[in-house]
């Protein structure tokens, strides 16, 4: 079975990541592509770009976004394959680069991932 963990791509790498994905649409502000150690980056994973610029990362929003987003995923024709994918790894760290570690999209794809498991 597969752990599933979140993390800050600003955050210093870990020897227990594992297979490090990063899931926003936008390539984080201030790194470097070299410099990211990211396994995979899958943009179709992040919220669109309209739901995002929605949110806005108000917390007022968060249980909207979070239906919304999980409705987008529901929908995502590639996640079944990704998801069988990833059953390929023991640990997988799920990168975002929100400020707020409680509501971003990182929180609301690793709860929808661990159903699907």
Do not use: C
């Not at 790194?31 to 899958?42: G, M, N, P, Q, R």
């Not at 249980?63 to 987008?72: C, G, P, S, V």
């Not at 059953?87 to 794809?109: D, G, M, R, S």
């Amino acid at each position: 079975m597969v752990s599933y963990k979140i993390k800050r791509i600003y955050e210093a790498t870990g020897e227990h990541d594992g297979f490090r994905v990063l899931i926003d649409r936008l390539w984080p502000r201030g790194i470097k592509k070299d410099d990211a150690h990211i396994d995979l980056w899958l943009k179709d994973l992040a919220p669109s770009t309209d739901l995002r610029k929605w949110f806005s990362h108000d917390d007022e929003k968060w249980l909207d976004f979070e239906l919304r987003y999980q409705a987008e995923l529901n929908s995502n024709s590639e996640l079944k394959e990704i998801i069988h994918d990833f059953k390929q790894h023991k640990e997988i760290t799920l990168l975002y680069a929100a400020h707020n570690k409680e509501h971003n999209n990182a929180v609301v794809l690793k709860e929808y991932l661990e159903k699907k498991a």
